[in-house]
Every structure is written in structure tokens, then in C-alpha cells.
Nanobody, 117 residues
């Protein structure tokens, strides 16, 4: 079983930056995908970014220019650097782990990002 630990959310002013972290522990395996979705009370869940074990990365539309995902394999941790944040980025960001073997995804507890307008 994989467990995820998230950190890094908070409140920043428009134009500011935040870095989210998501650490995986447990039976990680060699093939997987990790990333983030975000959600607000009034919007559907939206893919933010994801990265495979090979390093292939995919970003949600309109986010690639401001968001960058990276990882530290030695720590089984992925990071999401978010720059030039806008009020529309306010949401709860949920880290996920896809085992890539057809079994269910694992979700983090979520971390809140607030960008006041």
C-alpha cells in the first residue's frame, strides 16, 4: 500500500509563487504516475500536472507556462512549482499516485492554495 504526504499550500498574493510537495511511501513499485488535480466547490476536478516514473510530464491546459513539476527519486517525492499565481488558481490541490497496473489510485489529503483577488 502506498501512502502520500502533501505539503506546501498556503496564501500568497497574485503574482507570487508556491511549491507543493508530495512524498510517496510504501510499496511504490517501478512503474507509476504521480501528479496533482485541483478542485474548488464550484468547478470540476482539473488536472494540474503529472509525471511518470520515466520523467514524462504532462500539464493541464493553460498551466504549462506557469507551473513546473519535478521530482527527487531519492526521496520518492514530486514537486509542483507554481509561479505567477492568479486568483483562478485558488483551489484544493490533491496529489495522486497511479500504480499503472489497473489498481486504484491513491490520493493525498489535499492542500489548499489561496490567491486573493
Amino acid at each position: 500500500q502506498v501512502q502520500l504526504g502533501e505539503s506546501g499550500g498556503g496564501l500568497v498574493q497574485p503574482g507570487g509563487s508556491l511549491r507543493l510537495s508530495c512524498a510517496a511511501s510504501g510499496s511504490i513499485g517501478s512503474h507509476y504516475v504521480m501528479g496533482w488535480y485541483r478542485q474548488t466547490p464550484t468547478t470540476e476536478s482539473e488536472l494540474v500536472a503529472m509525471m511518470s516514473d520515466s520523467g514524462s510530464t504532462h500539464y493541464g491546459s493553460r498551466l504549462r507556462s506557469r507551473f513546473t513539476m519535478s521530482r527527487d527519486n531519492s526521496k520518492n517525492t514530486v514537486y509542483l512549482q507554481m509561479n505567477n499565481l492568479e486568483p483562478g488558481d485558488s483551489a484544493i490541490y490533491f496529489c495522486f499516485f497511479d500504480p499503472s497496473d489497473g489498481s486504484r489510485w491513491i490520493w493525498g489529503q489535499g492542500t489548499q492554495v489561496v490567491i486573493p483577488s
